[in-house]
């Protein structure tokens, strides 16, 4: 059975902390993806990774960082956490020629 | 680029069909996705279609691609109390990393 896993579901952080949300794959898959859900806007690509250490800016990059060490991994960093990136995260993972996207169960944060 | 464009709300009666519509903007699309997302939960590939065909049916779903206006159709026959989700169109371009999403469509079925 194919899982994305993200390391929390539910977080409450203090504005200007730095927050580490972190997601495991086990279908070694080479691409893997970070958005985030916010009512009537759908998802939204914050950061993709198509290799081990590459990264690529999604439609909304600003306020986050990425890192992927390990192929299995995927981490999404929030250097300095404010109120305005209170959301649900979203991980992903695709194979380069797969027609799916296998998602985690998303982790809820609220900034406060 | 690319955008995805879905109504928010649909309303339906148990054992009635839903249409969900979806419009997107790039020509080039390969792919196109239904995802399902149940409350609490990640998203779930419900089908796609393959941007050269017209028509995919798969149990009760129903899927029409009309690519001359860019619109995309999910239909839920029978419509069931388990069909209550968020459904979000997607589709796939600008090479294979890129999927657009659209704001998702919720489905609420009433008994």
């Known amino acids: 059975d194919v899982k994305v896993t993200q390391s929390s579901r539910y977080l409450v952080k203090r504005t200007g902390e730095k927050v580490f949300l972190e997601c495991v794959q086990d279908?070694?898959?080479?691409?893997m993806f970070w958005y985030r859900q916010d009512p009537g806007l759908g998802l939204r690509l914050i950061y993709f990774s198509y290799d081990v250490k590459m990264k690529e800016k999604g439609d909304i990059p600003e306020g986050y960082s990425v890192s992927r060490e390990k192929k299995e991994r995927f981490s999404l960093i929030l250097e300095s956490a404010s109120t305005n990136q209170t959301s649900m995260y979203l991980c992903a993972s695709s194979s380069p020629m797969g027609t799916e996207a296998f998602f985690g169960q998303g982790t809820r944060l609220t900034v406060v | 680029g690319e955008d995805v464009e879905q109504s928010l709300f649909l309303s339906v009666r148990e054992g009635d069909s839903s249409v969900i519509n979806c419009t997107y903007t790039d020509s080039s699309s390969t792919y196109l996705y239904w995802y399902k997302q149940e409350p609490g939960a990640g998203l779930q590939l419900l089908t796609y279609?393959?941007?050269?065909?017209d028509m995919k049916q798969d149990q009760r779903l129903t899927v029409l691609l009309n690519k001359k206006d860019k619109h995309l159709s999910l239909r839920i026959a029978d419509t069931q109390t388990g069909d209550s989700a968020i459904y979000f169109c997607?589709?796939?371009?600008?090479?294979?990393?890129?999927?657009?999403f659209g704001t998702g469509t919720k489905l609420q079925v009433i008994p």
């Open positions: 997607a589709e796939h371009s600008g090479g294979y990393q890129k999927v657009t």
């Open positions: 279908m070694d898959h080479e691409n």
């Open positions: 279609i393959f941007s050269n065909m």
